[in-house]
Every structure is written in structure tokens, then in C-alpha cells.
């Protein structure tokens, strides 16, 4: 079996930082693609950014330049650095990772931006 434990979020004020964690362990052969999506009240959920095996990542718009997707093979890990957070950012940020050829996701954290 595979697990995977999702760390950091918070509240932030506007224009401050966070940075979101998320690691695999468990019986792991391979893992390819990993990425954040996030579900803010009353809306759909959103792949927020991706980052594949090849480290080639991508961006919703409303994130380019703000944030910024990284993954460590060796600790099974992908992280999420977010800077010049606004209000509408605030959502339910999931992870997943293609874990084994499967997609594996975190129980979510909460991001709140708010004065």
C-alpha cells in the first residue's frame, strides 16, 4: 500500500507566502507525474500545477509567476512554494502522485488568505 501525508497551510495575509508539502511512502516501484489541484467554496476543483518525471512543469494562469512546483525523487516528495498570495487563493489544496502507475491523492489542506 501506498500513503501519502500533505503538510503545511494556513492562514496568511495577502501577499505572504506558504509552502505545501506532500509525500509518498509506502510499497513504491515508480512514480511519474505529481501536482496540486485546489476547491475553493462553491467551485470546481482546479489543477493548480504539475510537475512530470521529465521535471516539466505547468501552471493554471492565475498562479504563473506566483507559485512554484518542485518534486525530490529521492524523498517521494512534491512541493508547492506559494508567493504574493491573494484572497482568491484561498481553497482545499490537494496533491496527488502517479504512484506505481496509480494516482495516489493527499486529504487535502487548507489555505485561508485573509486581512
Known amino acids: 500500500q501506498v500513503q501519502v501525508a500533505e503538510s503545511g497551510g494556513g492562514l496568511v495575509q495577502p501577499g505572504g507566502s506558504l509552502r505545501l508539502s506532500c509525500a509518498a511512502s509506502?510499497?513504491?516501484?515508480?512514480?511519474?507525474?505529481m501536482g496540486w489541484y485546489r476547491q475553493a467554496p462553491g467551485k470546481q476543483r482546479e489543477l493548480v500545477a504539475r510537475?512530470?518525471?521529465?521535471?516539466?512543469?505547468d501552471y493554471v494562469d492565475s498562479v504563473k509567476g506566483r507559485f512554484t512546483i518542485s518534486r525530490d525523487n529521492a524523498k517521494n516528495t512534491v512541493l508547492l512554494e506559494m508567493n504574493s498570495l491573494k484572497p482568491e487563493d484561498t481553497a482545499v489544496y490537494y496533491c496527488?502522485?502517479?504512484?506505481?502507475?496509480?494516482?495516489?491523492w493527499g486529504q487535502g489542506t487548507q489555505v485561508t488568505v485573509s486581512s
Open positions: 510537475i512530470r518525471s521529465g521535471f516539466y512543469t
Open positions: 496527488y502522485l502517479l504512484v506505481n502507475g496509480a494516482m495516489n
Open positions: 509506502g510499497r513504491i516501484f515508480s512514480i511519474g507525474a
